[in-house]
């Protein structure tokens, strides 16, 4: 592998616009929607190279005091579940001080009403949001990572539903309040993060001069757009009449989400037009594919084979196959799927289906009186269906942070 460049004070490490051509065709789509001048300045393609470089200087820093034997796993599910006490160890009480000082532009009636909007999609929020996740293998960026820690094991299946669990209890009524488990779930996902970082950053298996930090900042913005851009652009596509109120709502909750995470200002997202324009430039200086991006698209297709639909399993289980290459055909690309990924495409005839009822119950019913009402109790019920398909024989679960603890 070619070892990275240096400009100024700034390593670029060498999957910075390695595939020019590929980037371009990859993220021709969301340029028309980018607005006038969607080309990066010098500045902006430098926020993407410093990116690249850069961690969590706070989950590092509560990482390594864990590495140290300052802080156990164990004080961190404790004060995670139930708050800080005079006992606490330092780093972990300049941890949760830290993430429990919120930022003042935090808007909570956005946060509330973007949870509103993604969880009342309930299936379709599940559709357009496996649709992000593949599109993500498209570029190596991640891949081997993924492939590291375990992405492409038998136990995919269970990662999926780790994946769906935590973003269903982020938009949950309150998820992201103090004490509920959207809010307690994120924390330990940045931990996890910043631990993973800290192990290859003493592993040889990592090539920093190709790839940059395992776990970077940019990569980080570009998984927030995959949420919030990319999926309000799909839900769209799907039926879903999503105002520009929702819109800032649901942007602002990834904002929010994001900020919790450890993505650093300037890749949380200000608006839909400001994650386009993060989430295209990010794409377009972004890797290629490679034979890691195929095996993890046919490891997720082959995975779903696992869940459980319950009465009619063969059946059920053709036609969410079906429908599911019906939506990336249409969200990922037909040519993308079969170039890049390894996928079977499909005719959009799921859009024939999905299109109109999206309108009917979206666009009119949840307009009534009473009408929201009922949508978000469908959706709501829609999300835990998905929780226990892909969790049959135990409850939902990430780690030893359980579902209803």
């Excluded at 269970?158 to 992201?176: D, F, H, I, Q, S």
């Excluded at 297709?301 to 990336?328: D, N, V």
Aim: with cysteine; glycine share 8%; proline share 5%.
């Amino acid at each position: 592998m070619e070892a990275a460049s240096i400009t100024g004070d700034v390593y670029i490490p060498s999957r910075f616009c390695a595939d020019p051509e590929w980037a371009h065709s990859s993220s021709v789509g969301i340029r028309k929607l980018v607005g006038p001048d969607p080309d990066p300045t010098p500045i902006e393609r430098d926020r993407i190279v410093r990116g690249l470089t850069t961690s969590d200087p706070l989950g590092a820093a509560l990482a390594e005091a864990i590495a140290e034997r300052q802080v156990t796993l164990k004080q961190f599910r404790n004060v995670l579940a139930h708050g800080l006490d005079p006992q606490s160890p330092e780093p972990l009480r300049a941890f949760f001080e830290a993430v429990q000082d919120r930022p003042d532009w935090v808007d909570d009636r956005l946060v509330v009403r973007g949870a509103e909007v993604m969880r009342q999609a309930g299936n379709t929020m599940v559709d357009v949001l496996d649709s992000a996740l593949v599109n993500g293998y498209r570029s190596s960026a991640n891949t081997l990572l993924l492939n590291l820690t375990g992405g492409l094991s038998s136990g995919t299946i269970r990662r999926l539903g780790e994946t769906l669990k935590w973003t269903v209890e982020c938009v949950r009524a309150g998820g992201l309040d103090r004490n509920n488990q959207g809010w307690q779930l994120t924390l330990h996902v940045r931990l996890m993060h910043a631990l993973i970082n800290r192990h290859y950053a003493r592993n040889t298996e990592w090539d920093f001069a190709t790839y940059g930090m395992p776990i970077n900042q940019a990569d980080q913005g570009a998984t927030l757009g995959l949420h919030s851009s990319y999926y309000l652009l799909g839900a769209r596509l799907l039926g879903m009449p999503i105002t520009k109120r929702d819109s800032t709502a649901v942007m602002h909750f990834w904002r929010y989400v994001g900020w919790l995470l450890g993505v650093q200002d300037y890749w949380l997202p200000l608006d839909e037009m400001d994650g386009r324009r993060k989430f295209y430039h990010l794409s377009m200086t972004a890797p290629g594919p490679d034979e890691n991006s195929r095996l993890l698209a046919t490891t997720f297709e082959t995975a779903r084979a696992h869940i459980r639909y319950g009465r009619l399993q063969q059946l059920r289980h053709r036609y969410h196959t079906a429908k599911t290459r019906s939506i990336f055909s249409v969200l990922i690309g037909r040519q993308a799927m079969h170039d890049d990924l390894g996928l079977t495409a499909s005719w959009p005839w799921y859009f024939l289906l999905r299109v109109p009822a999206n309108l009917l119950i979206h666009g009119l019913i949840a307009r009534l009186p009473g009408g929201r009402a009922l949508v978000l109790a469908r959706g709501e019920r829609q999300l835990d269906t998905a929780l226990s398909r892909l969790f049959p024989d135990s409850a939902a679960a990430i780690g030893e942070l359980r579902h209803g603890n």
